[in-house]
């Protein structure tokens, strides 16, 4: 990586830095670009080089998001991975970032990046292959998806919107408990 590449990813990673420690402390509708820029001290000019607006922080950040979510899954072997491994591994996978979504969470914005992240995760089913996965239509994959992602994504909210959440493994093991309890 040459020296520019490096500074531009320093850069954005300042910003991005500089947006949440703002959204600690002020509402997100009130945030600035030229705050933003001031708290990573850097010009707005610098900011307008890798983001159109505030808006594009958010956008960015879901796009990374899915990007290192299949590198995590890429991590486990499709021929032996269990339906139980990928729960832990989500649930690992949010807990590691806890700090910023319970950010977004407080500030709203969590919830209202399900649309994009949906619109995406069909793409992230077929990229990985898990012996459950089945083949169907375009259609019947983007329900599958849009349902569980839908279910997940309620209960990354819940979880996460607490000061001190319980650990990822309670999570997992007690999501896996309800999902497999038989109901007479």
């Known amino acids: 990586m040459d020296g520019h590449t490096k500074l531009a990813q320093q850069s954005r990673t300042w910003l991005i830095d500089a947006f949440f420690e703002l959204l600690t402390q002020q509402g997100y509708e009130t945030l600035t670009v030229k705050a933003i ?18 808006s594009a922080i958010l956008d960015y950040l879901g796009q990374q998001f899915l990007t290192d979510y299949a590198a995590a899954l890429q991590t486990l072997d499709p021929k032996t991975v269990t339906f139980d491994d990928i729960v832990m591994l989500f649930f690992h996978f949010m807990w590691q970032r806890r700090k910023r979504l319970h950010c977004l969470i407080q500030q709203n914005l969590f919830m209202t990046r399900l649309p994009t992240m949906m ?66």
């Open 119 to 184: 619109s995406q995760a069909a793409q992230l089913y077929q990229q990985f292959e898990a012996p459950w996965h089945r083949a169907g239509s375009p259609e019947q994959i983007k329900l599958l998806m849009t349902f569980m992602l839908g279910g997940y994504w309620t209960v990354i909210n819940d979880w996460l919107a607490h000061d001190d959440p319980v650990p990822p493994e309670e999570l997992a093991n007690n999501l896996l408990l309800a999902l497999k309890t038989k109901r007479s």
């Open 37 to 54: 820029a001031d708290q990573a001290q850097l010009s707005r000019r610098t900011f307008y080089r890798f983001f159109k607006d505030k």
